[in-house]
């Protein structure tokens, strides 16, 4: 069924028109029956298909249908291969296409500003090119298969602590070098059928009534195309939502929302055209999603658990590996004692809106003993119990002999799913005390520890991380979870994984002390540009593990950097070339980074920013070089005056890694950048005037030889007059430019 957009809404009524900017119930969109309009359902991701099953309660939190759970994008993320992202998409789009759901709401591209973030699981990293590459090609992938995504949380969306109310209080050149650039990329790049607006204020305006955030910045300047829906409960008055560029509230208002769209209408304080538009958007949405609903579609269940189970051995990090005890000897050796309850009771989602009900559940425990096959005797100890807040003597003791009694430990560690959900953030980064507390009974008993932990947001290592051998951040890893940890385990794979975030050493080291998560109804972004690895760099600060950071089962050198301009100027383009060797004795996958740096930036801008990356798959020898493109965007920072992004001409330097702390070559490229000069204003200062290229002529030509051209240039004072607006020291006595000359050139030099 094809829908005639425009013929359905000259045929509706300004009520009909109103009814469908609100939902029909908690999921579904509103049919209008009249003139054949029907309702689609929208329902919960981004890591799996959440559709309720039967009807919907009245907060979406029913029991929902069997689907495939896939690593939740704090594991995606550190897999940092969009190819497998979208592959994932493509799953999630047959996933809903059999259960007849037209949207699914994701991905959550918002930043990890702080490591307490409640929702961290949710969300890919603290770095916006990471987040925006991988969520482009996850909506690109659902979006191929006639299933649309929805872009989330828009924007500034980053914590759980009065997430409805709170205002995020941030400049605009963070906003839109941080917290903007990951929804941009996706938006540009893939198109997502709907972005959610966030439930937060920014700024003192509410995401969902914002003009500048929905219209001016989303539509206008990025090209949006599609429809922006409110997160399920954001809307705080619909008629400004509706004239700012919100199109559909979500869940159903009661028809509170469309009473309330008619009354503006009626009354002139709202237009009857943003309604169409609104309207419009809705109608495109619905006919756009009619391909994907036909009845009786199906999905491959097996094929797609082992996607998960694919994508769960790739989210997986190794951070330390000493002596190369892993990967084990899956052939012969001792007994390998398993402690730990989330061995057999895995953690491999979130809490939430997001919570699927997976199709089956690989355990780790299971997954290792099948792989030995009586080679090798596996022992298991619970350890502990999830929930509780205490050791029990009991489970400690017979882990402790358990260990005793093997060659090697495996030892299960995580965050308790109370620890992390949507809704709250959390209190600290610590593990339960009683955890490790078992982790230092069990090395005492047996040295030969391996640590796999299981967490959605960034815990402390650093503490107890020397009793450990080797440690296997193992993040929520989806259904699949258990039998990729024992893969990785046994060597069957090899580790791919890379941080997508900071280790830090102690919670106090993070950017967001101090500023996190607000008071009094704001939270203030004190730290500006300096999230995540930015800001370890700029105080120089040691990190348990840095950004970018995995290890592998082989390793991986860089030689002949190269740097070619291809353009320069307003559009810059610049390749940089390297070639990557696998020295070691087996195949791996390398990540290679690309950081840029700005030393001779007129603006304050991060020690490093990562610019670009890639993977490469290399058999044992094998070389290969690789090239990375850098873009105008790449060197570029936002001029708050000029009101644009601007590459200022100069000498950029180029650093390639494993990491932003393994920096194995660096270069340098010369650009001529873009005019930035920025407009003259009445109140700019002697020394902007000065420094304009024609502004600064005129200036000193009117100065002359006279006292105040001596004064200006006094090694010793002249820095404070020069910091003098003009306009104001035009009212000095004797000083040879009025303030109506400032003003006529003002209007002259301004705009150049």
């Known amino acids: 069924m094809t829908l005639d957009v425009p013929a359905l809404l000259a045929a509706l009524t300004l009520e009909e028109k109103a009814s469908l900017l609100d939902g029909a119930d908690f999921w579904r969109t509103q049919p209008v029956e009249r003139v054949g309009i029907p309702g689609i359902m929208v329902t919960d991701g981004p890591h799996g298909l959440r559709k309720q099953a039967g009807e919907s309660d009245h907060v979406g939190l029913n029991d929902s249908v069997p689907a495939t759970c896939f690593p939740p994008a704090a594991g995606l993320a550190s897999t940092w291969n969009p190819g497998l992202l979208h592959r994932i998409g493509e799953a999630l789009g047959r996933e809903c296409r059999a259960e007849q759901v037209a949207v699914l709401l994701g991905p959550g591209v918002n930043m990890k500003r702080s490591?307490?973030?409640?929702?961290?699981?949710?969300?890919?990293?603290?770095?916006?090119?990471?987040?925006?590459?991988?969520?482009?090609?996850?909506?690109?992938?659902?979006?191929?298969?006639?299933?649309?995504?929805?872009?989330k949380h828009f924007a500034a969306n980053n914590q759980e602590t009065d997430r409805m109310t709170v205002s995020a209080d941030i400049d605009e050149r963070t906003l839109r070098e941080i917290y903007l650039p990951a929804f941009e990329r996706v938006v540009t790049q893939a198109q997502p059928w709907t972005v959610m607006c966030?439930?937060?204020?920014?700024?003192?305006?509410?995401a969902s009534e914002d003009p500048w955030l929905l219209t001016t910045v989303l539509r206008d300047e990025w090209g949006f195309e599609g429809l922006v829906v409110s997160d399920w409960g954001a809307v705080n008055r619909r008629d400004a939502g509706v004239a700012a560029g919100l199109d559909l509230e979500m869940p159903s208002s009661g028809g509170l929302g469309t009473r309330v769209i008619v009354d503006a209408v009626k009354a002139g304080a709202l237009s009857e055209a943003d309604v169409d538009r609104a309207v419009t958007r809705v109608?495109?949405?619905?006919?756009?999603?009619?391909?994907?609903?036909?009845?009786?579609?199906?999905?491959?269940?097996?094929?797609?658990?082992?996607?998960?189970?694919?994508?769960?051995?790739?989210?997986?990090?190794?951070?330390?590996?000493?002596?190369?005890?892993?990967?084990?000897?899956?052939?012969?050796?001792?007994?390998?004692?398993?402690?730990?309850?989330?061995?057999?009771?895995?953690?491999?989602?979130?809490?939430?809106?997001?919570?699927?009900?997976?199709?089956?559940?690989?355990?780790?425990?299971?997954?290792?003993?099948?792989?030995?096959?009586?080679?090798?005797?596996?022992?298991?100890?619970?350890?502990?119990?999830?929930e509780s807040a205490e050791a029990d003597p009991a489970l400690?003791?017979?882990?402790?002999?358990?260990?005793?009694?093997?060659?090697?430990?495996?030892?299960?560690?995580?965050?308790?799913?109370?620890?992390?959900?949507?809704?709250?953030?959390?209190?600290?980064?610590?593990?339960?005390?009683?955890?490790?507390?078992?982790?230092?009974?069990?090395?005492?008993?047996?040295?030969?520890?391996?640590?796999?932990?299981s967490n959605g947001s960034v815990v402390t290592v650093a503490p107890w991380q020397d009793r450990a051998r080797a440690v296997l951040e193992g993040w929520l890893l989806g259904q699949a979870g258990g039998a990729a940890?024992?893969?990785?385990?046994?060597?069957?794979?090899?580790?791919?994984?890379?941080?997508?975030?900071?280790?830090?050493?102690?919670?106090?080291?993070?950017?967001?002390?101090?500023?996190?998560?607000?008071?009094?109804?704001?939270?203030?972004?004190?730290?500006?540009?300096?999230?995540?690895?930015?800001?370890?760099?700029?105080?120089?600060?040691?990190?348990?593990?840095?950004?970018?950071?995995?290890?592998?089962?082989?390793?991986f050198d860089y030689t002949d950097l190269s740097t070619a301009v291809r353009a320069d100027g307003d559009q810059p383009l610049v390749d940089v070339t390297v070639t990557v060797v696998n020295t070691g004795a087996r195949a791996g996958r390398e990540t290679v980074q690309v950081y840029v740096t700005d030393p001779q930036a007129a603006v304050y801008r991060p020690e490093q920013e990562l610019r670009a990356f890639t993977q490469v798959s290399l058999e044992p020898g094998e070389?290969?070089?690789?090239t990375l493109t850098l873009a105008a965007r790449a060197f570029a920072y936002w001029h708050p005056a000029m009101r644009r992004w601007v590459v200022e001409g100069g000498a950029f330097g180029i650093r390639v890694g494993a990491s932003s702390r393994d920096i194995r070559l660096t270069g340098t490229v010369e650009l001529a950048g873009q005019d930035v000069t920025a407009?003259?204003?009445?109140?700019?200062?002697?020394?902007?005037?000065?420094?304009?290229?024609?502004?600064?002529?005129?200036?000193?030509?009117?100065?002359?030889?006279?006292?105040?051209?001596?004064?200006?240039?006094?090694?010793?004072?002249?820095?404070?007059?020069?910091?003098?607006?003009?306009?104001?020291?035009?009212?000095?006595?004797?000083?040879?430019?009025?303030?109506?000359?400032?003003?006529?050139?003002?209007?002259?030099?301004?705009?150049?």
């Open 115 to 151: 490591p307490l973030c409640g929702r961290n699981f949710e969300y890919f990293s603290e770095d916006p090119l990471l987040a925006g590459e991988l969520g482009a090609a996850l909506v690109n992938g659902l979006q191929g298969t006639g299933v649309g995504a929805s872009l």
């Open 198 to 206: 966030a439930y937060n204020k920014i700024n003192g305006v509410y």
């Open 283 to 386: 109608l495109t949405l619905v006919d756009r999603s009619q391909g994907a609903l036909a009845p009786g579609q199906t999905f491959d269940a097996d094929a797609h658990h082992a996607l998960a189970r694919e994508a769960a051995t790739a989210s997986a990090v190794l951070l330390k590996n000493d002596d190369a005890i892993l990967p084990l000897d899956p052939r012969s050796g001792g007994t390998v004692a398993v402690i730990g309850e989330f061995a057999r009771t895995p953690r491999f989602q979130g809490a939430g809106s997001s919570q699927v009900n997976p199709t089956r559940v690989d355990t780790a425990l299971d997954a290792l003993r099948t792989a030995l096959d009586g080679r090798r005797e596996v022992s298991f100890a619970p350890g502990f119990v999830i």
């Open 396 to 453: 400690v003791e017979e882990a402790v002999r358990t260990a005793a009694a093997a060659e090697v430990v495996v030892l299960f560690l995580g965050l308790p799913p109370s620890y992390e959900s949507e809704g709250y953030d959390r209190d600290h980064m610590d593990l339960p005390a009683h955890q490790i507390d078992l982790l230092h009974a069990v090395a005492d008993a047996n040295p030969q520890v391996v640590v796999v932990l």
């Open 485 to 555: 940890t024992a893969d990785l385990l046994l060597g069957a794979a090899d580790p791919a994984g890379r941080l997508a975030e900071t280790v830090p050493v102690r919670f106090a080291d993070n950017p967001a002390v101090g500023n996190f998560p607000g008071e009094f109804g704001h939270v203030r972004y004190g730290e500006g540009l300096l999230i995540g690895y930015r800001w370890y760099d700029a105080h120089q600060l040691e990190v348990a593990y840095p950004f970018g950071h995995g290890l592998s089962y082989t390793t």
């Open 623 to 626: 070389s290969t070089a690789v």
């Open 679 to 752: 407009p003259l204003t009445t109140d700019a200062t002697v020394d902007a005037w000065l420094a304009h290229p024609a502004a600064g002529d005129w200036l000193r030509e009117q100065l002359g030889d006279g006292m105040f051209t001596a004064m200006l240039s006094d090694p010793k004072n002249g820095q404070m007059m020069r910091a003098i607006p003009l306009v104001r020291l035009s009212r000095f006595p004797g000083f040879p430019v009025t303030e109506p000359d400032v003003e006529a050139a003002v209007q002259r030099f301004g705009a150049q």
